[in-house]
């Protein structure tokens, strides 16, 4: 059983900097690639990050480009987002996402991937 746990999130003003961590657990973490998420209210979940087995490939979405950044610690069973520059429009529940694949950056819809954290929330007040 494949479990994911998010930390990290909270509420911060535009401009401000968060972390978010993922930490994994229940198989060889570094045979997946992975993903971060989010969804606000009232809208679909959209795609926002990815990262290759290795941690040397990544994608994001446009709109954080720049500002956000994945990373992961495969000795920790962990993946990373770096969160600058924050904005109001960034305000959503944000997920760990996991892709039994080692080679993910192709892959941006929520129906790719297998398993998914509970989430944690980001406000960002304006």
């Known amino acids: 059983q494949v479990q994911l746990e998010e930390s990290g999130g909270g509420l911060v003003q535009a401009g401000d900097s968060l972390r978010l961590s993922c930490l994994a657990s229940g198989d060889t973490f570094s045979n997946w690639g992975m993903g971060w998420f989010r969804q606000a209210p009232g809208k679909e979940r959209e795609f926002v990050a990815s990262?290759?087995?290795?941690?040397?490939?990544?994608n994001y979405r446009d709109s954080v480009k720049g500002r956000f950044t994945i990373s992961r610690d495969n000795a920790k069973n962990a993946v990373y987002l770096q969160m600058n520059s924050l904005k109001p429009e960034d305000t959503a529940v944000y997920y760990c996402?996991?892709?039994?694949?080692?080679?993910?950056?192709?892959?941006?819809?929520?129906?790719?991937?297998?398993?998914w954290g509970q989430g944690t929330q980001v406000t960002v007040s304006s």
């Open positions: 990262i290759n087995w290795r941690g040397i490939n990544t």
């Open positions: 996402a996991a892709k039994r694949l080692k080679t993910v950056l192709t892959f941006s819809g929520p129906n790719d991937y297998d398993y």
